[in-house]
């Protein structure tokens, strides 16, 4: 008994202190990450993480970069709504998780609110990158340039040309009332049920698509004040959802789209032929999906075309992906070294193609930079690319005027639920646009 | 002293990874966290007033109840059907079993993709099999549209993923009744009905509650099913998903706490209610 006694003893101090050992590291590990904030440790001197909703780029160019600069690249690729979630939760725990992250457009206003991301005003010379880089201006809030855009991405209306040629339409119409009788011929002459896809889920391609009709109408969804600019039946922002609550309850659209969040649904759509056109696509599809053989049965059947508008060409809206440098990163050298290399002219075109098929970064738009255009179109691989050069230099605005406010996200969820809402009838448009101008009057009286 | 010291990393385990969230979510239940509107400060009942007067969360509860009831009673119906024929012997019963437990081993997302194409209004298997037999005109958008039909859909995904554990507590309650009480019921005259009735049911009356809050627990924090197949429009969210978008869309960590404390509260209160609406300790032998 006594033997076991002290067999028991002896188990019982080292379970208890086998516990308080996993109780200190628990601690210890809570505690290097909130005092991880700013430190740059040796360790990681020399390598950084970099996290977006985004494929890497080419291993032998990421290799060329580790060579040129003694920096190792670890690519994390997560989805886009997890990774804001993860951004999130990162930042309200002051724990490291990326040294360069994502910087969605419609973030911009929240980072620079919180401060989880760096201003990288000191990195980069603002006002010469802005001739170069039209989209640049999304990015910055109050003078704060909270990531660089690392392409240019905008929405766009895309149409079969094929099936509107079969219906006699060889000239696009510029306006809407125009461009929604060419759908009704369209539909008849091909079969389609409903040939136009917009979206109506309750994501975020539907309020982006909103903004985008808005800028067709000629306007932006908000003032300069960051006041509801939609309450007026003739605001543009009001016919735009009038717009598209009717397209999709005509039949113009197709039904299934009320629930429909992904994307890659709506360029399957496309792609397949079941519709002839998207009203808020995105530039790039036409080479990278559309005309892609293993997955299409319309290559070399559509193209861009300007935007048609209220009375005449309507406007579009940038839609750019970012990168930036969180606060909590370890290696904030690193990472401008590395945002400098990503964004650069010469990486800017081979993403997109300069370089051939093997160095493009799959599911790339389209480069952020004018220069990086200049040379894909001296080099004509790459297909209408003077087209969307001229859109993206001259039409392409951001959403809103002031850059988007901090509340975005608040703001975002209630055009989604009001909209989608109004589609599937469960309230009217007067409804839907009092909704979200109440929800932003009051997002902006609580600060 | 032993058994407490061979259980003490256990209780740190639990403590440091449930315990000590809870109290924390707790306490700031009751201070406004915002990163949008720093600092932190203590607020006293306003997160949970603010949650009492948004109309989108008290929706939320009301289809978190619907979730729960259908939820429950589906799961252990089809359980308690299931258990009962699998009971039975026949040919390529093992395979049954294993088809049977197939949906519980497949996670909620997986589940939920599955049958987002199961309901495509477009392309998907409801409306072409439902149009093949006659029963609809044409193809219907399924989701979405209508709240309770909506809420119904999602809820069967649920029911169709926790029900094959519900068959199996209950099968293994059922195989557990000696056979001779059957016996002695059949020479007293008592048909197969009587039998399930006045033997089998209050037997398995303890397995039937755990069942059954097994079944409540997950409902009342369903949350995969409705992200997946319904997004966040308000027409089937249920209160975990209003959580994620009071925590992570409109960045009040705040409401997030106090929300998930309340959803935490009821299903304790629920459970234990339950537990002891439905358990009895039951000895057949």
């Not at chain 1, 639920?417 to 007067?430: K, L, V």
């Not at chain 2, 989108?56 to 978190?64: G, K, M, P, Q, R």
Request: charged share 10%; with cysteine.
């Amino acid at each position: 008994m006594k033997s076991l006694g002290t067999v028991s003893r002896r188990a019982g101090a080292l379970v208890l202190s086998v516990s308080l050992a996993a109780l200190a590291a628990a601690c210890g590990s809570t505690g290097s990450g909130s005092g991880s904030s700013s430190s740059t440790s040796s360790s990681s001197s020399n390598s950084i993480t970099v996290a977006v909703a985004y494929p890497a780029p080419p291993k032998a160019l990421l290799a060329q970069f580790t060579k040129e600069t003694g920096i190792k690249v670890t690519w994390v690729n997560i989805g886009w709504d997890d990774l804001q979630t993860k951004i999130a939760a990162a930042a309200s725990a002051n724990t490291y998780f990326a040294d360069a992250a994502d910087v969605d457009w419609s973030k911009v206003g929240e980072y620079q609110r919180t401060g989880w991301f760096y201003p990288l005003n000191k990195y980069f010379d603002v006002a010469s990158l802005k001739s170069d880089m039209p989209q640049l201006q999304t990015f910055i809030s109050n003078n704060d340039l909270m990531g660089m855009p690392f392409d240019s991405s905008f929405l766009v209306t895309t149409v079969n040309t094929k099936d509107f040629a079969k219906a006699g339409i060889t000239t696009m119409p510029t306006t809407l009332a125009g461009f929604t009788a060419a759908l009704k011929k369209v539909g008849t002459a091909n079969g389609m049920a409903s040939p136009l896809d917009i979206h109506f889920a309750t994501a975020e391609g539907l309020s982006t698509c909103w903004y985008q009709m808005t800028a067709a109408f000629g306007g932006q969804v908000l003032t300069a004040q960051d006041a509801p600019a939609f309450t007026s039946p003739s605001s543009p922002g009001y016919q735009a959802m009038a717009w598209m609550v009717n397209a999709y309850k005509s039949g113009l659209v197709p039904k299934a789209n009320i629930n429909e969040s992904d994307y890659q649904g709506f360029t399957t759509e496309m792609a397949r032929n079941r519709v002839a056109a998207e009203m808020c696509d995105y530039s790039g599809s036409v080479a990278s999906i559309y005309n892609v053989p293993s997955t299409s049965s319309v290559v070399n059947d559509t193209e861009y075309i300007p935007t048609p508008g209220a009375t005449g060409l309507g406007g579009n809206v940038a839609n750019p992906d970012g990168i930036g440098i969180p606060k909590t990163a370890k290696n904030v050298a690193g990472a401008v070294k590395f945002i400098k290399w990503f964004t650069n002219t010469e990486n800017q075109a081979t993403w997109a193609g300069l370089q051939g098929s093997n160095n493009v970064v799959s599911t790339f738009p389209l480069p952020a930079r004018l220069s990086s255009f200049n040379l894909m179109i001296k080099a004509g691989n790459i297909a209408q690319a003077s087209q969307l050069a001229n859109i993206l230099n001259a039409h392409a605005k951001a959403p809103f005027p002031n850059g988007a406010p901090p509340w975005y996200v608040q703001f975002s969820a209630a055009v989604q639920t009001n909209i989608h809402e109004a589609a599937a009838g469960q309230e009217t448009i007067q409804q839907a646009v009092s909704a979200i101008a109440s929800q932003v009057n009051q997002l902006k009286s609580s600060g | 002293m032993l058994p407490y010291l061979l259980l003490s990393p256990l209780i740190v385990f639990i403590g440091a990874l449930s315990f000590v969230p809870t109290a924390d979510t707790t306490v700031e239940a009751f201070f406004r966290v915002m990163p949008l509107d720093p600092p932190n400060r203590f607020i006293g009942l306003g997160n949970f007033r603010a949650l009492f007067a948004d109309p989108a969360i008290t929706t939320s509860w009301v289809n978190t109840a619907a979730y729960v009831v259908i939820g429950v009673t589906a799961s252990v119906v089809l359980g308690t059907a299931i258990a009962v024929a699998l009971k039975q012997r026949f040919r390529l019963r093992g395979v049954v079993l294993a088809l049977v437990i197939l949906p519980w081993a497949l996670p909620a997302v997986v589940e939920a993709v599955i049958w987002s194409w199961i309901y495509n209004p477009t392309f998907g298997v409801m409306n072409s099999a439902l149009h093949s037999v006659h029963l609809i005109g044409g193809y219907h958008v399924w989701l979405g549209l209508s709240r309770w039909l909506t809420i119904l859909l999602i809820e069967i995904v649920q029911v169709w993923q926790i029900t094959p554990l519900s068959a199996l507590i209950i099968l293994a309650a059922l195989q557990s009744i000696p056979t001779d009480l059957y016996e002695a019921a059949r020479v007293d005259g008592a048909g197969p009905i009587q039998a399930f009735r006045r033997i089998s049911l209050p037997l398995i009356r303890p397995a039937l509650a755990v069942c059954a809050v097994e079944a409540l627990v997950l409902s009342l924090n369903i949350f995969d099913q409705v992200y997946i197949l319904n997004g966040i429009a308000p027409l089937g969210s249920s209160v975990m998903l209003q959580t994620y978008v009071t925590t992570f869309e409109n960045l009040n960590f705040g409401g997030g706490y106090a929300l998930s404390l309340l959803v935490t509260l009821a299903t304790a209160v629920l459970s234990m209610g339950m537990l002891a609406l439905l358990y009895r300790r039951t000895e057949a032998a």
